[in-house]
């Protein structure tokens, strides 16, 4: 008599469970990726990015949102942000990008040495990039290539570790 009853609540138990089915509906939603990882910076008329120093793991789902929260006119404080690759000549790239303000202040000749960017912004205007943060550890140097912002201390960087 005691077996039986043993037997007759673990069949019950059984049923309750489903019999033994797992519930997908929990594990699919656990699967779906929770979406980039989002990392907010301003920057106004004092020619400051509100955030310097960003860190990462190597290939990371990243989304840089920058605000240019000043007043004046894009004309005279434009504000992007440009990632760059590790070893970059940060200020020689600023200095070339001074003279390129047809092409949005990224000069041609270095181009490749951009890994991601948000173009130009002028006052209370928000713009984006989604990228995966390089895969190799090191520094990559960022900065906003409006001419004179990176000298008077508009840059910062993305370390990948």
Same mark, same amino acid.
């Given at each position: 008599?005691?077996?039986?009853?043993?037997?007759?609540?673990?069949?019950?138990?059984?049923?309750?469970?489903?019999?033994?089915?797992?519930?997908?509906?929990?594990?699919?939603?656990?699967?779906?990726?929770? $979406?980039?990882?989002?990392?907010? @910076?301003?920057?106004?008329?004092?020619?400051?990015?509100?955030?310097?120093?960003?860190?990462?793991?190597?290939?990371?789902? @990243?989304?840089?949102?920058?605000?240019?929260?000043?007043?004046?006119?894009?004309?005279?404080? $434009?504000?992007?942000?440009?990632?760059?690759?590790?070893?970059?000549?940060?200020?020689?790239?600023?200095?070339?990008?001074?003279?390129?303000?047809?092409?949005?202040?990224?000069?041609?000749?270095?181009?490749?040495?951009?890994?991601?960017?948000?173009?130009?912004?002028?006052?209370?205007?928000?713009?984006?990039?989604?990228?995966?943060?390089?895969?190799?550890?090191?520094?990559?140097?960022?900065?906003?290539?409006?001419?004179?912002?990176?000298?008077? $201390?508009?840059?910062?960087?993305?370390?990948?570790?």
């Amino acid at each position: 008599m005691k077996t039986s009853l043993i037997f007759a609540s673990a069949l019950v138990v059984l049923a309750a469970s489903g019999c033994g089915q797992k519930d997908s509906s929990t594990s699919s939603a656990a699967a779906a990726p929770a $979406g980039p990882r989002e990392i907010e @910076i301003t920057a106004g008329d004092q020619m400051k990015y509100s955030l310097a120093e960003i860190d990462a793991k190597p290939g990371e789902d @990243i989304k840089v949102i920058l605000t240019n929260n000043g007043s004046q006119p894009v004309e005279a404080m $434009g504000h992007d942000w440009v990632l760059l690759k590790a070893g970059s000549d940060v200020a020689a790239f600023a200095g070339a990008a001074a003279n390129a303000k047809a092409t949005g202040y990224i000069p041609d000749a270095l181009k490749d040495e951009v890994l991601a960017k948000i173009d130009l912004l002028g006052p209370r205007k928000s713009g984006e990039v989604e990228f995966n943060a390089p895969t190799a550890p090191g520094d990559y140097p960022f900065l906003c290539t409006f001419p004179a912002h990176y000298v008077s $201390g508009m840059k910062g960087v993305l370390t990948v570790k």
